[in-house]
């Protein structure tokens, strides 16, 4: 009975509950089907949600309620899934109302045996997910965007790469240049390995190829520089040696510059004279035209900025004959975590040994192909060669 | 890896039977086959597989090159012929793997001794230049892409939402949580747009092998008048109509649909 005005008025209450007030006032909407799908019953709530009428629904396919892209999901996924699981949960579909809107809907479905086990038919509730489905959508989108904005970033990180590595020689009177680059397999950032190839005022090439600490930006914005400063302090023409303890200055004021290791050698194309100095850096190679091979193991000194020198930074010199190669690279090329280093000096000397005959440009093909053919480097791969011509 | 480890595959049966290869059409698994599957299993050498990038098979194998098109499935099937050395193959294949079948039976129309195309269609898409009725929408299937990508989203932790645990109904094997309509929703995304937008209309014209079209009562994915399109347009065929509606008819009505495999079968002995 309603209560009195009065304060002591009984607590209001539900109860008791019939089974018809609980079904069709409930706060989802709620369905049973055949095991077919044909609606047998339908809850004032989902009436209400879809604006559809009892007759419009009840004798009808679940899945002929649906729109579109619904109807096929229905049958491909949600139809199976309750065949072979007996219940579902949370499937996303789209319900066409009376006035043609698509409402987004989550349902549940259980199916509903006899004592034979036999399906009797399938009871399934019914969320209203608009809110939800919004939510969603903005976070999808939101996804999207964030991954076309991690590509473009990666774009612009390569962009700048290849724009900082341009400007070498190639070739000319007496000599030719190839170059190779090949990135780190598993890695999403550009590095920080670099090659050069540059003329020095009296007539002679300098070449040269180094490597950044680190990866990203950063490290390639500071590759950029200290092979930029690198031809400038080149020009100087005071030699490999003085040129690497510059080069030492430069980077003491470029904090990701440190332990760069460099690679630097002066030609004479008139006499094959080779003046080189490598800080921190693997052994250039020579081939020569003959096929026999030898790693340059002089003029070595510290990685750049490692620490305070006392002693300037030794040079060594060799001869180049007509048609020799000289190959300068970044360890990427023979460094393994599981293979003796050794080993990877042996096998870039035989490979290069075997191809010393070939044209330039298919020696450095097919050097980069054979010894990256492990797929197992972690680094990125410089390749320099520069080889000597009649002129 | 093996194409039997790539593909999941399972075989049952005496070894010298006639083999029986069921092929798993859009968003399942092999496990669609497993009332049908039995009802053979006496006599033929069956075999079951999952297509790459569903069910247990291997999904480092999925290279969307090789799959952006029906051929790349098609291939797959061939790839598994030869490894298990069937010949005189019965092909049974669902919805869209029906077409993946007609596809292999036209590179290798010999290995073939029936294909059995379980409610399939060419073509799902109308196309309005010649009045083909698919019974879709390219805005439909846009609209299903849609659907995946909202019915994925708890891909992420590690459980899609449509698989839930068994905790509470015991008499479930685990088979049946794991892998069933789980799939990358990537790959799903691929899968569909390459089965769902494909047309292989021209194909059924040059299928050598015999054929049995099984063709369901009311099923909005393949319609009655695609059915009879199927079954006009191959050289050899059957067109038999259940009584089973909906689409999965290896599902939710495999007696029926085994029985007409056989009755098929037997006919053509």
Known sequence: MPGSSTGDAA????????????????????????????????????LAWTGLEEPEVVGRRLVDLLGGGSRIFHETHYAPLLLLQ????????????????????????????????????????VFDATLRHDYEQELLRARKRAEASEAAAREVALTLQRGLLAGGLTGGDGFRVETRYRPAVQSLE??????????????????SVGDVVGRGIAAAGAMGQLRSALRALAGSGLGPGPVLDELDAFCARLPEAKLTTV??????????????????????LVVHDEGDVAYLWGGRSTPLAASPRTEPRPEAEVVLRESSRLLLYTDGLIERRARDIDDGFALLAATAARLHDRPVDEMADRLVEELLADEDHRDDVCLLAICLEPR | ???????????????????????????????????VIPSFADRYRTVAYDHVGFGGSDLAAYDPARYADLQGYADDLLELCAELDLHDVVFVGHSVSAMIGVRAALTEPERFAHLVLVAPSPRYVDDADDGYVGGFSAADIEGLLASLDSNYLGWSSAMAPTIMGNADRPELGDELTNSFCRTDPAIAQQFARVTFLSDSRDDLGQVRPPCLVLQCTDDVIAPDAVGAYVDEHLPRSRLVRLAATGHCPNLSAPAETSAAIDEYLAASA
């Open chain 1, 11 to 46: 607590p209001r209450d539900l109860a008791p509950e019939s089974a018809e007030d609980l079904y069709h006032r409930a706060p989802c909407g709620y369905l049973t089907t055949r095991p077919d799908g044909t609606v047998t019953r339908v809850n004032h709530t989902f």
């Open chain 2, 1 to 35: 890896m093996g194409v039997v480890e790539r593909n999941n595959v399972n075989v049952s049966g005496p070894a010298g039977g006639q083999p029986m290869v069921f092929s798993h059409g859009f968003g399942c698994d092999q496990t669609m086959w497993r009332h």
């Open chain 1, 86 to 125: 007996g219940e579902v949960r949370e499937i996303a579909f789209d319900v066409v109302c009376a006035d043609g809107r698509r409402l987004p809907v989550l349902v549940n479905s259980l199916v509903v045996a006899g004592d034979d086990g036999e399906p009797l038919g399938i009871r399934t509730t």
């Open chain 1, 190 to 207: 550009v590095g920080g390995d670099w090659y050069d190839a540059f003329a020095l005022a009296d007539g002679r090439i300098a070449v």
């Open chain 1, 263 to 284: 690679a630097y050698a002066e030609i004479d194309l008139d006499d094959g004279r080779v003046r080189y100095a490598t800080a921190g850096h693997l052994p250039p």
